[in-house]
């Protein structure tokens, strides 16, 4: 890429898109690009010899490659021999790409003498001036250019765009606002006006420009929200965006515009409150029926803000209980209801700030959910809840009967439906959390040969290599684990991968692998949830086999399995323990890490925490963990994101 294909990269990432952001130079690519289709005009280049068309594309050629000299010779020639406008724009370009700027200005003045297109030359002599630092020059050439044709919108165009390209914002809207006075039409120019308002923090200014230019034509509001998106992020941006917009709305309640894009700032904000109220606003006054507020209450519960979601996902089942609607709010209810529990468990919140705990929202999402059942018994969605209500008896609830009753049902019911697959997976987990590896293997056997290929057969075959594993067949699982390795893309490889560095380094000394097969056992006890049981046979592993390389693996599980039981100090005393005794292990960096996090979020020790936080990064610098480990330490001491 050459020096003048840079600028127009970066100064392409702040321009205004559209044929009203084009660039004059933009239109000398235009041409050039016209130049290299010379055999397929053949009326157009009619004075155009082969002979100049391979030296044409040599020169191009010259210039991809930064050859700059080289293109430079060819193109003088070129057009020495036949002033071709393609010529012309490509060796004014070539000039500039070797900062030959006097030399592109010339160029540019000798053609004014005969051309009579004076605004585009004209502002790309201006642009050329600038960059070569003879502003005074450059700005004489702007105003020529713009008393050149001064009742065209067109030549305001044009001028913008040669002073925006060299970033002079404030001149640029000058030369727009001039533009409307000379042509008196204030609704011109409203998209760039908006762009450089920005540019300028101008904020309230601009988002003047892009209300005008909805209120011309509301398709134009996905354009502004694209738009503003750019500077959201930006202090400030988004609070003098929002004054401006609620003024108007409360000019033009009825404009749903205003009020979408409103509710979007008040998104953009993270202020889901006032932008409930927006969106209800909207439901209300276009007679959606809930619509709006259901795709709201989406985007609050994607963003973590479960409390607005539960009030517009309520407020839609007590005023529309009745429509079509209804089912999907009720489903979302249940959804959200569990990635509220889902959150609150991976950030350690024992409660929210409405008192409740993790365990109730699964209960609130379990009943929504039945509820759902119960309801709508013939919508084609059913099959997935049932499989919703099935896996929150399994994983959370633990409740196998209940579980077997809502997969057999999925099964026997909906034979052909998507969820029948994923349910007959799912019924394999419960064969194995029950102990009956052989049901378990015979279940998934069956669905891995249905499927063959995708990501539920790949899981399919990763559970059937664990219950190898855990039978002690370890030359079956590897075998199978061989298989599934070679894709890397998915989460299904990648546990397939921690299997297999899980039987390289646990196999032997012993020929019966003992110890891998105390640690397999311990596996299988940790799924049927029998944790003491695998407390104490890991327990034994440590101490049988004091030199195995599983036994800081074994370690890393023991504390793990602490802090499911909810034994914290446990739990923490052996995370720690083990980066001293084994600081070596595969395992070290993460153990210290989930060491920190208890102290963080259950003994709740903050100072400590951050001592071994810094640890993690001091100790292990490679370790995928330190980023997070610094963002920790920023959080607990309050420094500024």
């Known amino acids: 890429m050459n020096h003048g294909d840079t600028r127009d990269a970066a100064i392409a990432t702040s321009q205004p898109a559209g044929p009203r952001g084009l660039s004059t130079r933009w239109i000398f690519a235009v041409l050039v690009l016209i130049a290299g289709t010379v055999f397929a005009t053949v009326p157009v280049w009619a004075q155009t010899t082969p002979d100049e068309a391979a030296r044409f594309q040599l020169a191009d050629t010259y210039l991809r490659a930064g050859q700059f000299d080289r293109a430079v010779a060819i193109l003088e020639g070129l057009y020495d021999e036949n002033p071709q406008y393609a010529y012309f724009a490509k060796l004014v370009n070539a000039f500039e790409s070797t900062k030959r700027y006097d030399d592109a200005i010339a160029l540019i003045d000798a053609r004014l003498e005969t051309d009579t297109n004076a605004v585009t030359l004209l502002a790309e002599k201006a642009r050329l001036l600038h960059l070569a630092r003879r502003l005074d020059e450059a700005e004489a050439a702007w105003q020529q250019a713009l008393a050149s044709a001064p009742s065209e919108e067109m030549t305001y165009r044009l001028v913008y765009q040669s002073v925006t390209d060299v970033r002079e914002f404030e001149q640029a809207a000058g030369i727009l606002r001039q533009g409307r006075r000379a042509l008196r039409d204030s609704s011109l120019f409203q998209q760039e006006l908006g762009f450089l308002y920005s540019m300028l923090s101008e904020h309230a200014l601009a988002m003047e420009e892009y209300l005008a230019l909805i209120a011309r034509d509301q398709r134009q509001l996905s354009n502004v929200k694209s738009r503003l998106s750019r500077f959201s992020g930006q202090e400030g941006v988004v609070a003098a965006s929002v004054e401006v917009v609620e003024r108007h709305v409360r000019e033009e309640p009825l404009n749903r515009a205003f009020r979408e894009l409103l509710g979007w700032l008040y998104l953009e904000a993270g202020l889901y409150a006032p932008a409930l109220d927006t969106y209800r606003a909207i439901d209300r006054l276009e007679s959606e029926q809930g619509r709006v507020l259901f795709t709201f209450a989406g985007q609050a519960s994607a963003a973590k803000a479960f409390d607005v979601a539960l009030e517009a996902y309520s407020e839609i089942l007590e005023k529309h209980d009745t429509r079509p609607i209804a089912s999907e709010a009720l489903r979302g209810k249940a959804e959200m209801h569990r990635r509220w529990a889902e959150s609150m468990l991976e950030n350690g919140e024992s409660v929210d700030g409405n008192g409740m705990t993790a365990r109730e929202h699964y ?82 056997s069956r669905l891995e040969e249905r499927l063959r290929t995708g990501d539920l057969a790949e899981r399919a075959r990763y559970e059937i290599a664990l219950i190898h594993f855990y039978s002690g067949e370890f030359d079956a699982a590897e075998a199978l684990i061989g298989a599934l390795k070679e894709n890397t893309s998915n989460d299904t490889a990648n546990d397939a991968i921690g299997m297999r560095v899980l039987l390289v380094e646990g196999r032997g000394p012993d020929s019966a692998s003992a110890a891998l097969r105390a640690y397999a056992s311990a596996e299988l006890l940790t799924r049927q949830r029998s944790f003491e049981a695998a407390l104490d046979t890991l327990r034994s592993l440590q101490s049988r086999f004091a030199g195995h390389a599983l036994v800081d693996d074994a370690l890393f599980r023991q504390a793990g399995l602490l802090a499911t039981t909810n034994d914290w100090e446990g739990a923490y005393q052996l995370f720690a323990e083990l980066p001293l005794r084994h600081p070596e292990s595969h395992l070290a960096d993460r153990s210290l890490f989930r060491a920190a996090e208890l102290q963080e979020r259950e003994l709740n020790d903050p100072a400590k925490a951050i001592e071994l936080y810094a640890r993690v990064m001091a100790d292990y610098p490679g370790s995928l963990l330190t980023n997070e480990a610094r963002q920790r330490i920023r959080i607990l001491r309050g420094d500024s994101l």
């Open 363 to 444: 209960q609130e999402s379990l009943a929504a959910f039945e509820d759902y059942a119960a309801r709508y018994p013939s919508s084609p969605n059913l099959p997935y809840v049932l499989l919703d209500i099935a896996r929150l008896g399994q994983d959370v609830f633990f409740d196998s009967e209940s579980t077997r009753t809502r997969l057999t049902q999925i099964t026997t019911q909906y034979p052909t439906h998507a969820a029948a697959d994923r349910a007959a997976f799912q019924m394999g987990l419960l064969h194995l959390t029950e102990g009956n590896l052989t049901d378990a293997r015979l279940q998934f």
